[in-house]
């Protein structure tokens, strides 16, 4: 706007300049040759619009001339018309030079805000009754209308709405004590079908893989649960509760077992395997990584590669859960030292081959 108005106080200015030379006669036969032109227009076009620009200019040229002469003059708007845009013209003027006065209560400090969401997030359960007490215990002074108003703002419902559990979040909770078991198939260069039993932790993520058979009975996943137990002990493990799911390889002797050693079964939906989402992954991965990329002969050599893989993934391979750090491995200290970044050597491991690869510094 300021741009189009000085360009228009430019060219008013010249066309000043313009009728400084001329006569008053030429100056009157010009106005009612203009003004004869104003009347053809009014009567072909309707009501016109008017920019901020167009007011102000005609607010400033015509606001000196008295109110008795306007009311003699042709124009597209009521004097008066004219006259209200000269105020606010002025009104605009002296808001400029004004500054504003903010009304009501300062704003919450950007932190505190901050802490409020944080506080409503990792604890479903709170209201904000609740979320100022927790601000007042911290020294902290905001009124509970003010929690209100920040959790309204930000779209959290009240602690009622937020309260129910779901399956994602009752697995989060519980990772340090769950286990997760399943059974899965490959096949030999022969076409026979071998079946493979794993079990993988949810916290730390290590897997076990437990046995292979070309014909799994129920007394062979009884066995292979002993095995599980005798484990488990010798790692002082801390789970409580395994996830399967309802085949029927799974006994009532098989959970029972587990039961008296204090683990207790959770059974996944009917085709639902989202309920058992962690083992369906690690499966995907064995799958992708090994199976896909190797030719088993038979059931010895599939558990020698299963082996393989096992140690491979739980001493070497990272994980995005755990910060790319291994299931049994953590991750090493950083190097700062830009002598020693600039002259790296690391040498490479292979397994089964060269179909895993492990990468470590020379020593």
Not at 25 to 43: M, S
Not at 95 to 104: E, F, I, L, N, Q
Request: glycine share 4%; with cysteine; charged share 25%.
């Amino acid at each position: 706007m300021l741009l189009r108005l000085a360009y228009l106080a430019a060219t008013n200015t010249f066309a000043l300049l313009r009728l400084l030379p001329m006569s008053d006669r030429d100056k009157d036969i010009e106005i009612l040759a203009l003004r004869h032109q104003l009347l053809v227009l009014q009567r072909r076009i309707g009501k016109p619009t008017f920019t901020d620009t167009d007011r102000a200019v005609l607010a400033g040229l015509l606001h000196h001339l008295p109110t008795d002469k306007l009311q003699h003059l042709l124009l597209l708007v009521r004097p008066d018309t004219i006259l209200r845009w000269h105020r606010d013209l002025l009104k605009r003027r002296h808001a400029a030079t004004c500054v504003p006065k903010r009304r009501g209560r300062p704003p919450t400090i950007r932190s505190i805000r901050a802490l409020v969401l944080r506080l409503a997030r990792e604890n479903a359960s709170w209201g904000y009754r609740r979320i100022h007490g927790e601000l007042a215990a911290l020294g902290i002074t905001v009124a509970a209308s003010t929690v209100w108003e920040i959790l309204r703002e930000h779209g959290i419902p009240p602690a009622p709405e937020r309260q129910s559990t779901t399956w994602v979040d009752f697995l989060h909770g519980q990772a340090e004590a769950l286990l997760a078991c399943d059974l899965f198939e490959t096949r030999t260069l022969t076409g026979a079908r071998l079946y493979v039993f794993a079990v993988i932790e949810h916290s730390t993520r290590r897997v076990r893989i437990l046995g292979s058979t070309a014909h799994p009975t129920a007394e062979w996943i009884v066995q292979l649960g002993r095995n599980l137990l005798m484990d488990l002990d010798d790692a002082n493990s801390r789970a409580r509760f395994l996830i399967r799911d309802r085949d029927s390889k799974f006994t009532a002797a098989f959970d029972a077992m587990l039961a008296d050693a204090g683990l207790k079964i959770v059974t996944t939906g009917i085709q639902i395997p989202r309920m058992n989402s962690i083992m369906e992954r690690w499966i995907q991965t064995c799958r992708r990584e090994l199976l896909d990329h190797t030719l088993i002969w038979n059931q010895i050599h599939l558990l020698h590669a299963l082996r393989e893989f096992e140690s491979f993934y739980n001493w070497h391979r990272p994980h995005r859960t755990l910060k790319q750090a291994a299931p049994l491995r953590p991750l090493p200290a950083p190097i700062n030292e830009p002598g020693k970044i600039g002259h790296l050597e690391v040498r490479r491991r292979d397994r089964l081959g060269g179909t895993l690869h492990e990468y470590q510094h020379a020593a």
